[in-house]
């Protein structure tokens, strides 16, 4: 069902442009976990991936790593960023190993005009927390 669900979301993102006039490229990411890599045109640098199982789809864009964080403004930067969770709620932070991200979940049965809408949300919270959170970065 996942494979075929990736399959379908490709279809539904790859050369579509949204009604708020973005445009998507798709493809997907062979691995152990296949994924989907979608990019926005203009917002190259932060690519969103999206991996999907028999619940849920999870869309993931990649941040910084721990090292370009300055260390004497590592504690702000969790600070704001456990703050900022509130008032973006289609978007959250995360860590794995070194690599801070953010990341939005939907429901599997999402229509593809929300999951269209939902990344081109967390784009959107993506360059909004990079913009904000650029002061900690070393």
Known sequence: MANEKLAA??????????????????????????????MIEDREEFPIYVTVDDDQILCVTYLWKENEIDAARRTDLLEDMLSMNLPMPLSSFGKVGDQYLIFGAMAVGSRMEDIQHEIRVLSDNTLNAVETMGEYLA
Do not use: C, F, H, Y
Request: charge should be negative.
């Open 9 to 38: 979301l490709l279809q539904g993102l790859d050369g579509i442009t949204t009604p708020e006039g973005m445009s998507l490229e798709a493809k997907i990411v062979a691995g152990e976990v296949p994924l989907l890599e979608v």
